[in-house]
């Protein structure tokens, strides 16, 4: 639908983003249903923003968009929570919901029926804040809950007054437009019948501005470098015209905007770009209207007046942005004599009011763009990056999976010439753990340093034979052969530990200057050599002192090298592996770097693996211990047995060094672990079963081959195979892609 062509009156005149609303308000959004063609058009005058004989012809258009959403391989949130409900199960002890005016009535119904207790839930929202096409009313919450009169006679519903967020100026300007909605639509009920009160200390200001060329050149002047100044638009398609004068990456449109909060917002021709809808707000209304500090309980006589439900998304999103404001809002309007401006009682300041150009430091601007990524702002963190941070691409080569498929043919071409692909080869094999290249180096170019790195290998896992000497006794030549052992397995160790001291070095000190430096230069999360990131190194490394510096400078600790693992992944896995790394951190790391959550989608479902569950640390040991759990290079390794899959006694060789700190010793027993594994396999009865892992033979799991997981909310599901690189892992390990190992 185009919201720019005349609306046709078959349809009410309802132009695009009113027709969505009477969508997804209206005929999708009953918990008990999607409302048939009968039931729609039975509907009363104030549940509808259509008179009767005008909803034959939209509920045509509700088809068609059904059809068009099956076709185009889209989904609608309201159909999806009807399609689900009945699958829903009860499951949590308790839900906190917040912005719940965001959501409709059907998708609150789904979220409370996963309530293993119906009655232990909280709800928090303003009806002010409406702006997304959802109908919303407290009222149609309330008639969820007096379905069950018991559950209905529990709650209490509380109006907090209170407001902490905005400067004392800009609390008294949303009061102001609150006052005029309620003049004009009167009350839409009770529980947002009120102003807020301002806990403020500072004052704060509002300044209006004509929107003139050298007005707008000197605000971007004065704040294009500071991430304490966003933009604020009404709508997404505005912010193309608005970027053309105002050069920060803050600009957002009030949906963006929702749940952010900046000490200087400047708003810019919110009410000018849309001259009459604001007009219509303002219809009627007198400054002596406006007179009081409460509003009166009053609600609108005519039933079949719509016009809130119309009007309401510009009154409400003017309400978002001016509360959107901690200290200063800087308001540029082209009318600036327009009614709405005038019943807030704004004069036009002559002068801009802000002495000098405001500027933020690189590293407050990596923390900015962190915090937007982590909001899911992604448009703005990235025109941060792009605009303002403004990093290199690294000197060095950044041995990601790309470039090593690249290395592989150059690297094992019996006629190369030049070592430097097969060095690059061979350290890439012994930092990752891939044996099966430093193999194939050998035979393919006969790579000294690599004939001697396959030939340990050989030794150190008994299918080398080494001859007995003349006359030597038994006793002689098993003493002659654990020496010839010891020895293989100390050049391998001296070979990794040379490519290890290379890498590691500079994140291993306290003084990490130049980690910072290239950090400002590349980028904070720019990739080091084997496609780390500085916090992941810093974490391999236990320097709490570098990965609090980094943190702090924005670094993400989520980000993925490309067998997806993550800073404490490299944490964890150095512990792990080298039980003389005595510096690890560990227990400092933790709370530093651990996600949260792991999420996984297993039958469809979003499982939530917390910190405190056995899921999360058996889940996360198989993860972090995947990429070389069939590497010879790994010293105990019993490769055959780890081809059947996952045991208790591999997760527990793993469990007993991680601190007691960090794991209760009582989650360090093998009969714990074979619960969980018991527990949260595909076939359990356990309720809830979390279905991550399938039994291959007794004692051995593999991970659910139909599991996926996400690096964060707004990331994209991922099969696990593909996360964890398995074509890549079993090619640097020699796997034939049809053997019968874990996967």
């Known amino acids: 639908m185009n919201a720019t062509a005349a609306p046709p009156k078959s349809t009410g005149g309802l132009d695009a983003h009113a027709l969505f609303e009477e969508f997804r308000g209206v005929l999708s959004s009953r918990a008990d249903g999607v409302l048939t063609r009968e039931a729609y058009l039975a509907l009363g005058v104030r549940q509808s923003l259509l008179a009767a004989p005008q909803r034959s012809a939209v509920f045509d258009l509700f088809e068609k968009y059904r059809a068009w959403l099956s076709s185009a391989n889209l989904f609608d949130l309201n159909l999806v929570a009807h399609q689900w409900l009945g699958r829903a199960t009860p499951v949590y002890d308790f839900v906190v919901v917040d912005e719940v005016q965001d959501l409709t009535t059907a998708q609150l119904a789904l979220v409370l029926k996963t309530l293993a207790k119906p009655g232990q839930f909280l709800l928090c929202g303003d009806a002010n804040q409406i702006v997304h096409p959802n109908f919303f009313s407290w009222a149609a919450v309330k008639t969820l809950f007096w379905q069950d009169e018991a559950l209905a006679r529990a709650q209490t519903i509380s109006v907090l007054r209170a407001n902490f967020r905005n400067a004392q100026a800009v609390t008294t300007l949303a009061n102001q437009l609150l006052k005029i909605k309620h003049a004009r639509f009167g009350s839409i009920d009770r529980e947002t019948n009120f102003l807020v009160q301002s806990c403020a200390s500072q004052s704060g200001s509002v300044q209006l501005l004509a929107d003139k060329d050298a007005t707008r050149r000197e605000l971007n002047t004065k704040t294009r470098g500071s991430t304490q100044f966003a933009v604020l638009v009404l709508r997404d398609e505005d912010k193309a015209a608005v970027r053309q004068q105002f050069q920060t990456p803050l600009v957002f449109s009030v949906h963006e905007a929702k749940g952010l909060e900046y000490p200087n917002v400047i708003m810019v021709d919110m009410v000018s770009g849309q001259r009459q809808a604001f007009a219509e707000l303002a219809q009627g209304v007198q400054l002596d209207d406006l007179r009081g500090d409460e509003l009166a309980y009053n609600r609108g006589k005519d039933k079949t007046d719509h016009t809130l439900e119309l009007f309401k998304f510009y009154v409400n999103a ?32 002559e002068a801009l009011t802000l002495a000098q150009a405001q500027a933020s430091s690189q590293q407050e601007w990596a923390q900015e763009a962190r915090r937007l990524e982590l909001q899911g702002k992604q448009e703005q963190a990235d025109a941060i990056r792009r605009s303002v941070l403004k990093t290199q691409k690294p000197a060095w080569p950044v041995w990601d999976e790309a470039a090593v498929q690249e290395l592989l043919p150059k690297a094992l071409a019996p006629g190369q010439i030049s070592s430097k692909p097969r060095q690059a080869l061979l350290d890439y094999a012994l930092w990752h753990g891939q044996s099966s290249w430093i193999r194939q180096l050998a035979a393919s170019s006969r790579f000294e340093p690599a004939v001697q790195l396959a030939s340990a290998l050989q030794a150190v896992h008994g299918r080398a034979v080494l001859p007995h000497q003349p006359g030597e006794a038994h006793a002689a030549y098993m003493h002659r052969l654990d020496n010839w052992r010891r020895d293989a397995a100390k050049l391998l160790e001296k070979r990794f530990d040379a490519v290890a001291e290379r890498q590691r070095q500079p994140y291993a000190t306290r003084a990490f200057k130049e980690v910072l430096r290239q950090c400002d230069q590349y980028g904070v999360d720019h990739r080091t050599y084997f496609n780390a990131t500085p916090l992941m190194m810093a974490a391999q490394c236990g320097n709490t002192a570098l990965v609090e510096a980094l943190l702090e400078r924005g670094a993400d600790p989520l980000a993925r090298d490309h067998y997806g693992q993550c800073a404490w992944d490299y944490a964890l896995e150095r512990t792990l592996d080298d039980p003389t790394h005595t510096a690890a951190h560990l227990d400092a790391l933790y709370p530093l770097l651990s996600p949260p959550v792991l999420d996984v989608q297993t039958g469809g479902r979003l499982i939530r693996l917390e910190r405190h569950q056995g899921e999360y640390w058996v889940f996360g040991l198989m993860l972090v211990g995947y990429k070389k759990m069939y590497s010879e290079l790994v010293p105990n390794v019993q490769v055959q047995h780890n081809l059947i899959g996952y045991c208790a006694d591999y997760l527990l060789r793993g469990v007993e060094r991680i601190p007691d700190s960090v794991l209760r010793p009582q989650r360090k027993k ?5 619960g969980v594994l018991a527990r949260a396999e595909v076939h359990s009865s356990y309720q809830p079963s979390r279905q991550l892992w399938l039994r291959a033979r007794n004692g051995y799991y593999v991970i659910n081959p139909d599991l996926q997981l996400r690096a964060s909310s707004t990331a994209p599901w991922q099969p696990w195979k593909q996360w964890l690189n398995q074509p890549l892992v079993w090619a640097g390990c020699g796997i034939r892609a049809n053997s019968d190992a874990n996967g």
């Open 318 to 349: 003017l309400y978002v942005a001016i509360t959107r404001v901690v200290e200063n809002l800087y308001w540029v309007e082209s009318d600036t004599r327009h009614p709405l401006l005038q019943l807030l009682e704004l004069q036009t300041a």
């Open 670 to 674: 093998r009969s714990y672990l074979n």
